[in-house]
């Protein structure tokens, strides 16, 4: 460090976003168990039944993944250049 002492800032950030990490993670594991339930379940009941959980959970998934995608074209695109 450059000999000034922290105001805690940085270290509030750090802890904030190992918070959001956290709890990011345990809400993708709960998804990802709940899912299963739900393929197995459907599958106890009918191999149709399993066949459609499994077409909505991809219908989902692929919404999912064109959000994303938008977002990560819409941060990647060049602004406009300012008039001068």
Do not use: C, K
Request: net charge positive; glycine share 8%.
């Amino acid at each position: 460090m450059s000999g000034q002492e922290s105001d805690g800032i940085n270290e509030a950030i750090e802890d904030l976003l190992r918070v959001g990490l956290l709890l990011g993670a345990r809400l993708a594991e709960r998804r990802v168990r709940d899912r299963e339930r739900r393929l197995r379940d459907a599958a106890r009941h009918s191999l149709d039944a399993a066949r459609g959980e499994r077409d909505r959970q991809r219908h989902d998934r692929d919404r999912a993944l064109a959000a994303i995608e938008g977002v990560s074209r819409s941060r990647s695109s060049t602004p406009p250049a300012l008039p001068r």
